[in-house]
């Protein structure tokens, strides 16, 4: 049903394009990992995702949307995976989420674990990844494929105020919106090493997103986070 919703508004509040790798394709039970920049993300996500290959997946997502009256059925209903960060029960997240690889779902889900602190719209790179991603993949032995996604912050940024400003003009300003989506991949045995691979896949595709909008930011650097450690940066580099 969210699948549907997306597809049906994200075009109410922008001109959404998606484009993909030559080489892309879900097998079943595949891990999504996208970029996550806004609270609009996942709808355009969600609306590309359905519009190119027609793949409504389980979302992972932070608990207090669980809690938003109907959102939260809805949530419950379609087996999406509730993540109570920062408490006992937040492996458990990883359990259910495997449970629905087996069964050949998709699971869609944000490495960076939360959305930038920034007002501004502007693209940037993806956060350093947290490693519940490659946990994942290598417990369930699941492909990964990169997905970059740019615009949403155009839709909403900033704070609530300006948030709410953002959703209310989207519709007369109709911004433009991208999602690519990049080749699966196989990811290494090693944690560090995997995360570092998916990482840079998903920067990738996000640059891809951002430059089909004309950012700027998609032509310079700052893929590598000045905070990540020497060996993340190298292995993001192969």
Same mark, same amino acid.
């Given at each position: 049903?969210?699948?549907?919703?997306?597809?049906?508004?994200?075009?109410?509040?922008?001109?959404?394009?998606?484009?993909?790798?030559?080489?892309?394709?879900?097998?079943?039970?595949?891990?999504?990992?996208?970029?996550?920049?806004?609270?609009?993300?996942?709808?355009?996500?969600?609306?590309?995702?359905?519009?190119?290959?027609?793949?409504?997946?389980?979302?992972?997502?932070?608990?207090?949307?669980?809690?938003?009256?109907?959102?939260?059925?809805?949530?419950?209903?379609? /087996?999406?995976?509730?993540?109570?960060? $920062?408490?006992?029960?937040? %492996? &458990? *997240? @990883?359990? =259910?989420? #495997? !449970?629905?690889? +087996?069964?050949?779902?998709?699971?869609?889900?944000?490495?960076?674990?939360?959305?930038?602190?920034?007002?501004?719209?502007?693209?940037?790179?993806?956060?350093?990844?947290?490693?519940?991603?490659?946990?994942?993949?290598?417990?369930?032995?699941?492909?990964?494929?990169?997905?970059?996604?740019?615009?949403?912050?155009?839709?909403?940024?900033?704070?609530?105020?300006?948030?709410?400003?953002?959703?209310?003009t989207a519709p007369v300003r109709r911004p433009?919106?991208?999602?690519?989506? /990049?080749?699966?991949?196989?990811?290494? $045995?090693?944690?560090?090493? %995997? &995360? *570092? @691979?998916? =990482?840079? #896949? !998903?920067?990738? +595709?996000?640059?891809?997103?951002?430059?089909?909008?004309?950012?700027?930011?998609?032509?310079?650097?700052?893929?590598?986070?000045?905070?990540?450690?020497?060996s993340y940066r190298r292995a993001a580099r192969?």
């Open positions: 049903m969210l699948s549907r919703i997306a597809a049906r508004v994200v075009p109410f509040f922008g001109r959404l394009t998606v484009t993909a790798d030559p080489g892309a394709r879900l097998a079943p039970g595949s891990i999504l990992v996208v970029n996550h920049t806004s609270l609009a993300d996942p709808a355009l996500v969600l609306a590309a995702l359905r519009r190119r290959l027609a793949v409504e997946p389980v979302l992972m997502a932070a608990s207090g949307l669980w809690r938003v009256p109907v959102l939260g059925r809805a949530l419950a209903w379609e /087996g999406h995976v509730p993540v109570h960060r $920062g408490s006992a029960r937040a %492996a &458990t *997240a @990883l359990d =259910h989420a #495997a !449970v629905a690889l +087996a069964s050949g779902r998709h699971v869609m889900l944000y490495a960076e674990g939360r959305i930038p602190p920034r007002r501004d719209a502007a693209e940037n790179p993806p956060e350093v990844f947290r490693t519940g991603l490659a946990r994942l993949a290598l417990a369930t032995g699941a492909q990964v494929v990169p997905i970059g996604q740019a615009g949403a912050r155009r839709i909403t940024s900033g704070g609530r105020v300006k948030q709410l400003a953002g959703v209310l433009g919106l991208h999602v690519h989506i /990049g080749a699966p991949l196989t990811l290494p $045995g090693d944690v560090a090493e %995997a &995360t *570092a @691979l998916a =990482h840079g #896949a !998903v920067t990738e +595709a996000w640059r891809t997103a951002a430059g089909a909008l004309g950012e700027p930011a998609a032509l310079g650097g700052g893929v590598e986070p000045a905070t990540a450690p020497a192969k």
